[in-house]
Nanobody, 115 residues
Framework: QVQVVESGGGLVQPGGSLRLSCAAS????????MGWYRQAPGKQRELVAT???????NYADSVKGRFTIARDNAKNTVYLQMDSLKPEDTAVYYC?????????WGQGTQVTVSS
């Protein structure tokens, strides 16, 4: 079965950093496109960053220059390095795996940026 598991969320002060991890199994990881999404209270889920099987990356304007997405195919893991965090980054962060024509989602990890 396909499994997508996020980890690394938590409480951090403004200006701090967190690194999220997403481990995927049950797919051929190196042929999958990966993405991070987030959903803040009362808002729609939005794309944060993506990385393709060819390691091409894209970022939402709101996180560009602060967040970095990367993948380690040997570990079947995608990362989201988040620096210079702001209160508006507070959300549940979800990992999405696209393999062939199917999308798989993790259950999310909470990131709270607050003093």
């Amino acid at each position: 079965q396909v499994q997508v598991v996020e980890s690394g969320g938590g409480l951090v002060q403004p200006g701090g950093s967190l690194r999220l991890s997403c481990a995927a199994s049950g797919i051929i990881f190196r042929f999958a496109d990966m993405g991070w999404y987030r959903q803040a209270p009362g808002k729609q889920r939005e794309l944060v960053a993506t990385i393709t099987l060819a390691r091409s990356t894209n970022y939402a304007d709101s996180v560009k220059g602060r967040f970095t997405i990367a993948r380690d195919n040997a570990k079947n893991t995608v990362y989201l390095q988040m620096d210079s965090l702001k209160p508006e980054d507070t959300a549940v962060y979800y990992c999405k795996v696209r393999f062939t024509t199917l999308d798989y989602w993790g259950q999310g990890t909470q990131v709270t940026v607050s003093s």
